[in-house]
């Protein structure tokens, strides 16, 4: 079942979203524009296709999102704490959580490299070091990648019909 989209950068919130008490909580709870910030906020900081899980690390991703979405709505709100807990509880797939794995393993490594070359004390086996990372982290990327497919073939299968097509947005997948 299909909850949201990113289409163009924006978040789509589909009705069965809405189904979901936390979410429902939220819409009821707020105006109409904070519920959307609130909600565009949950997707975009933890959908696995989101701009921003793709391209920043955990820490900088949610300052960003805090600062151009929820500027003026206070973060330790019950019900955006409540809705992303369970948005996290109803994603969390397996692959999922491969993939997280992995690219936070590559944000570790990343800053491994950028602070030793900072400290400008690069030795033969930090050089070593290096290259086994290189090595590694094609694999890694490749296993990203893979991981990326599984994950949206998963959500594809969920909002597939009878001869392949894809659920409209006013049909009620079987």
Same mark, same amino acid.
């Given at each position: 079942?299909?909850?949201?989209?990113?289409?163009?950068?924006?978040? %789509?919130?589909?009705?069965?979203?809405?189904? /979901?008490?936390?979410?429902?909580?939220?819409?009821?709870?707020?105006?109409?524009? %904070? *519920?959307? #910030? /609130?909600?565009?906020?949950?997707?975009?900081?933890?959908?696995?296709?989101?701009?921003? %899980?793709?391209?920043? +690390?955990?820490?900088? #991703?949610?300052?960003?999102?805090?600062? =151009?979405?929820?500027?003026?709505?206070? /973060?330790?709100?019950?019900?955006?704490?409540?809705?992303?807990?369970?948005?996290?509880?109803?994603?969390?797939? $397996? @692959? $999922?959580?491969? $993939?997280?794995? /992995? =690219?936070?393993?590559?944000?570790?490594?990343?800053? @491994?490299?950028?602070? #030793?070359? =900072?400290?400008?004390?690069? @030795?033969? =086996?930090?050089?070593?070091?290096?290259?086994?990372? *290189?090595?590694?982290?094609?694999?890694?990327?490749?296993?990203?990648?893979?991981?990326?497919?599984?994950?949206?073939?998963?959500?594809?299968?969920? +909002? #597939? %019909?009878?001869?392949?097509?894809?659920?409209?947005?006013?049909?009620?997948?079987?």
């Amino acid at each position: 079942m299909k909850y949201f989209d990113i289409l163009g950068g924006d978040v %789509v919130i589909h009705a069965d979203a809405l189904a /979901i008490p936390c979410f429902n909580d939220i819409w009821v709870n707020h105006k109409k524009d %904070v *519920a959307t #910030r /609130i909600i565009k906020y949950i997707v975009l900081n933890n959908h696995p296709k989101s701009p921003y %899980v793709m391209s920043m +690390s955990t820490e900088k #991703r949610a300052e960003k999102l805090q600062e =151009r979405l929820l500027n003026g709505i206070d /973060i330790s709100n019950e019900y955006l704490v409540a809705a992303e807990a369970e948005y996290l509880e109803f994603t969390n797939t $397996l @692959s $999922l959580q491969m $993939l997280s794995g /992995i =690219r936070m393993g590559l944000e570790d490594m990343s800053a @491994s490299l950028k602070a #030793r070359k =900072r400290s400008g004390e690069m @030795s033969f =086996r930090d050089m070593n070091d290096l290259l086994n990372m *290189a090595s590694r982290a094609e694999k890694a990327i490749k296993s990203i990648q893979d991981l990326e497919q599984k994950v949206n073939a998963e959500e594809l299968g969920s +909002s #597939r %019909v009878k001869g392949g097509n894809k659920v409209g947005y006013y049909e009620l997948p079987k």
